[in-house]
Structure formats: C-alpha cells, structure tokens
C-alpha cells in the first residue's frame, strides 16, 4: 500500500508539473500583441531587422550623444507594451547618461480599435507643448491604459473627449488645441512614417525593441534587458 501510494503521488507531481510547464510556456508566448499596420509577413523565428537611423523627428529621451540607442516600436492599447512601461521607464532612469531612448508609433489598427486615437493624442501633446508634454501624454496613456482602453461601445472620437482631453488638461495642454492637433496632417504625417519603418523592418508585434537600429529578442526581464545595454555600451566603448 505504501508504495501504490508513493506512485501515486508521484504521478499527482508529474501532473502539476507538466501543468505549470504549459502555463509558463502560454504566458511566455502571450507576452506581445500581434498584428500588422500593412505588413503581411510573419517570420518563422527571430530576425535582427534594422529600422531607420534615429532624426530630429523622433521623440528622445536621454543622452542625445550617447553611441548607444534603444527604439522601441509601440502601440498605446497594446497590453504587452502597458507591461513592459515600467521597465523602460526604469531604464531610462538608470541610463539616461549612456543611452538615447527612442518611442515610435506602431498602432495595430486591425485588432486595437483605439490605437490610432491614442497614437494620435501623444503626438498632438507633441505638437502643441513640445518633447515635455509629449512624454507626459504617452506615460499617462500607459500608466492609464486599463482606463480608457476597455469600453469598446465607445468610437475613437468618444474616448478622445471622455479621456484624452481630460489627459491633455492635466498636462497644461489647451484642449481647444489638442483636439485640433489630433487631427493636423502633421500627425498623421508622423505616425505614417514610423509605421512604414516599422514594415520596412517586418515587425508584426508590439513592442518590438532595436538596439542601435538592430532588433533584438524581446528581453524578458529588467536584468535581461540591462545585460543588452551593457553589452552595447561596453562595445561602444571599445570602438
């Protein structure tokens, strides 16, 4: 009896684990949101694409003389892009001297219907108040995502009004101005030219991430993503 009752609780064992291997393995695989704003490619396994070189027309945070960048393609709505928010914000915080950090739109129209908007939004506090207000508007449609992304009865124009431009207010934005910037060709202009580098590079998730303009494997952790960067820096270093 002893031993039927060991086997048996061996199997009850072989069972959890076999259970927490394929969880782990399905929040793993879930960790991004995809998608395509006109790319149709979808790659079988990794490739390190490059994106285009980094301008005057990109919004920037840290060391602009840094030899080391990191861009990040992102999408407001994206869930997996809300998760990793923190980490890049704590990134910038512990390299702001060393790395030039770098956010471009890639909106996933066909499965996040409010992409579009809250790309929109960002680059509309962009255009009215400048790099502040824009990194302002982009960390609160993060930091407020569960917000104003949930209620889809709503339309695109309906969340702008019921959320953004109580956002835009917040930040010392004129609203009457943030509106009529959502919509200026000049935005649109802006999101457009970031997406088409992003399907020039064949990216079909968010976030996707480029060290020095080379895509690298989504990092999985803090401590991942500070391995990168040290390795960047110290090759930069060494050049």
């Not at 301008?55 to 990191?70: I, Q």
């Not at 309906?158 to 009529?180: C, R, T």
Request: aromatic share 12%; glycine share 8%.
């Amino acid at each position: 009896m002893a031993r039927r009752g060991q086997a048996n609780k061996a199997t009850i064992w072989f069972i959890v684990g076999f259970i927490v291997l394929v969880t782990a393995g399905v929040i793993i695989a879930g960790a991004y949101s995809s998608g395509s704003s006109g790319s149709s490619a979808t790659p079988n396994g990794f490739v390190a694409t490059v994106v285009p070189a980094i301008t005057p027309a990109d919004w920037t945070e840290g060391n602009p003389k840094a030899k080391v960048s990191l861009i990040e393609y992102g999408d407001f709505e994206c869930p997996a892009c809300g998760e990793y928010y923190p980490v890049v914000k704590q990134l910038v915080q512990n390299y702001s001297s060393t790395v030039l950090f770098v956010f471009r739109n890639f909106p996933l129209y066909t499965i996040h219907p409010f992409a579009g908007i809250s790309a929109e939004a960002a680059e509309a506090a962009g255009l009215e108040g400048g790099p502040a207000k824009y990194w302002a508007m982009h960390d609160l449609l993060y930091t407020k995502q569960s917000e104003w992304s949930t209620n889809t009865a709503l339309t695109p124009a309906q969340v702008a009004s019921q959320y953004f431009d109580g956002y835009a207010q917040s930040i010392g934005l004129n609203v009457s101005q943030f509106n009529n910037d959502i919509n200026a060709t000049s935005v649109a202009n802006k999101i457009q030219t970031d997406v088409a580098g992003g399907n020039a590079a064949s990216i079909d998730h968010t976030p996707t991430f480029f060290v020095n303009l080379k895509q690298i494997p989504n990092p999985t952790s803090l401590s991942d993503f500070e391995k990168t960067l040290n390795a960047a820096i110290a090759s930069s270093t060494g050049q």
